[in-house]
């Protein structure tokens, strides 16, 4: 069978589920408008489409041609021209390929280059709900398969449904203008392709999607065991034989699946090939006898066989356009469900610009619920269902604080009571339910992103570092920096001479997630990435806990150059950090409950008291009280 055979299989195997599918209104219609930058390009390859089809007749009528008029009319010079035409045609068509696939991938890439940069950008701006709800996989795949799947509407779906209907007409109308009766025969012959091809069909669709489904299965399992922190875990508390085991079992499942795929369609297009050598054998000898009779010419019947061999892929590739079809549409509304997830956190239409110099911080009567998962993610990304923990209840209530320029605040109080709550609205990567978050005397509502992460620094108890050169991870808070400039900011960070001494210095990769570094050795960094950045305001989540208390020593030395001079609101849990602040506030139940410095709070005796006695004082690193 010709390629286009195996085109029409291939169609076969698509999930025919698809074709049910219910789209939302206007979904075809907005899939036009990404066809628009591409009019033209889209219009010169339906036309070199079209013109490629009509060729299919052209060597069968000039074969006709070739025999009754050439061979059978004893002209030599007749038949060479024809056969020189033949080769001509030939090359028309490559040619025309060559274009068609051209003009094909000009037009698919650019489509798959226009939704990806739009679905990444996108995707970049919703909120940290969004992201802890989602499976990463699962959106990365919208970035990836559906994508792909998506502009195959105006590629090999748009062009295999145009150049098998022009086929099919065009072979149609020139084996019945040859002989009508063998037409007609050969059309008889239709239910032969199509009823084993839809049978053999539904079989190969379910077995592509058990082998997909499958490999996703294998790939989620890699990616588990194959990043630091999991395959860290494996080596702690994994059994290695089982591992392989459960590995083995599932790849020897997509191994026989394989298999079984292979013999099937070995099957299919053997089948195919032999009902179209029946149906051949039929036309020769119908024709055949025919010709005997005088009633048809041995050229005809040659031209009538050859159509004949090229009629039924359409005919196959065309019972089953609706499945492609719907598979490109449904891709594009998985793409379309991402675009239309709106961000909370939106960009002002006019924003305020922040005041230079020194800022403060100031929370108005902010009460704070975190969103619902309708209104942040999407159910078709999270593959594991739950509960929405927290969702529609409040964590912050009319909380008010102010931090003035250059105070260092410190937020204390027990697990959960919302002091990392705070500091996301300090950050905008949430807006308050009620109230207002002001830096600068700004509603953050009206400060453009861009302006205020410029102004803002963040240091976590858990530093990302992406995977990467130390270089590279530094640049990420401002690229056009020097090297005298990250230079400076590691050794005030106090993690240049470690640097300095590693044989790449800079340019070393530190891995993922930077796992080549330790805890206290990535806290440095990041506070260097933050001092390099230059920030009015910081904000510190903790960003000395799960430190041994050499590296805390270091890591609160670097902290004392980031914070100097600048508005400081930090989650503390060592006793050094609060003794420091200029303000305390003790936060329990989503509320400020207490305010003021050390030695006021702790001579109230209330909460920050208890804490001091449970936490603080267990720390070590305090002098008694009063000294």
């Known amino acids: 069978m010709s390629m286009g055979a195996w085109q029409a299989m291939n169609s076969m195997t698509r999930d025919a589920s698809v074709k049910d599918a219910r789209l939302r209104p206007g979904t075809a219609r907005r899939v036009m408008t990404y066809a628009t930058p591409y009019k033209r390009t889209i219009i010169a390859f339906l036309a070199l489409t079209i013109l490629e089809s009509l060729l299919v007749v052209a060597t069968p009528l000039l074969l006709k041609q070739i025999v009754d008029e050439g061979v059978g009319g004893k002209d030599s010079g007749l038949v060479v021209r024809l056969s020189l035409l ?145 395959a860290l875990l494996v080596k702690l508390y994994g059994r290695p034989d089982q591992e392989d085991t459960e590995y083995s079992d599932r790849a020897g499942r997509v191994r026989d699946i394989g298999v079984i795929i292979a013999l099937n369609r070995s099957v299919f297009m053997v089948g195919l090939t032999l009902m179209a050598s029946i149906a051949t054998a039929l036309v020769y000898g119908f024709g055949g006898v025919m010709a005997v009779n005088g009633t048809l010419t041995v050229g005809t019947l040659l031209a009538l066989a050859t159509l004949l061999g090229r009629l039924y892929t359409p005919l196959t590739t065309l019972s089953n356009v609706r499945v492609d079809v719907m598979t490109a549409l449904v891709s594009f509304e998985r793409v379309f469900e991402i675009l239309d997830l709106q961000p909370l956190v939106k960009e002002p239409d006019q924003a305020k610009p922040l005041p230079t110099g020194p800022l403060a911080v100031e929370f108005d009567d902010v009460s704070f619920a975190y969103p619902s998962a309708d209104e942040v993610s999407l159910e078709s990304l999270e593959t594991v269902g739950g509960g929405d923990r927290g969702a529609g209840s409040t964590v912050l209530h009319d909380v008010s604080l102010r931090a003035e320029p250059g105070q260092l605040v410190a937020l204390v109080g027990p697990s959960g009571a919302g002091k990392t709550t705070i500091t996301s609205l300090v950050a905008r990567l949430y807006d308050p339910t009620e109230g207002s978050v002001r830096i600068g005397d700004v509603d953050l509502r009206d400060v453009a992103s861009t302006d205020l992460r410029s102004r803002l620094g963040v240091v976590s108890q858990d530093a990302h570092l992406f995977h990467d050169t130390i270089r590279a991870n530094l640049l990420y808070a401002r690229p056009e920096a020097s090297d005298a400039e990250l230079e400076d900011a590691l050794r005030a960070a106090q993690v240049w001479d470690l640097i300095h001494a590693l044989p790449e210095g800079l340019d070393t990769v530190v891995g993922d997630r930077g796992h080549r570094l330790s805890g206290g050795e990535k806290q440095r960094l990041a506070i260097a990435r933050l001092l390099l950045k230059g920030p009015s305001v910081v904000v510190l989540d903790e960003a000395t806990a799960h430190l041994d208390s050499e590296s805390e020593v270091a890591v609160q030395r670097a902290l004392d150059s980031a914070l100097a001079g600048r508005t400081s609101l930090v989650i503390a849990h060592r006793l050094s950090t609060v003794r420091d602040a200029d303000q305390i506030l003790v936060i329990d139940g989503g509320t400020v409950v207490e305010r003021g410095d050390h030695l006021s709070l702790l001579s109230h005796g209330g909460l920050y008291a208890d804490l001091y006695r449970t936490q603080f004082r267990d720390a070590g690193d305090e002098q008694p009280v009063g000294a």
Do not use: C
């Open 86 to 230: 033949v080769g001509v045609v030939a090359v028309i068509g490559a040619l025309l390929s060559v274009v068609e696939r051209l003009m094909s991938s000009r037009i698919g890439e650019g489509l798959i280059f226009d939704l990806r940069r739009q679905v990444f950008s996108h995707v970049l701006r919703q909120p940290i709900a969004f992201f802890t709800r989602t499976q990463t996989g699962a959106l990365v795949t919208r970035l990836n398969s559906d994508v792909i799947g998506a502009q195959q509407a105006f590629t090999s779906t748009l062009s295999n449904v145009v150049s098998n209907v022009v086929m099919l007409v065009v072979i149609v109308v020139a084996m019945g203008t040859l002989s009508w009766q063998l037409t007609l025969l050969s059309l008889v012959l239709v239910p032969m392709f199509l009823i084993p091809t839809r049978l053999m069909g539904r079989r190969l669709a379910g077995l592509t999607r058990e082998q997909m489904q499958e490999n996703a299965g294998l790939g989620a399992r890699m990616s588990e065991r194959f990043n630091v922190a999991g």
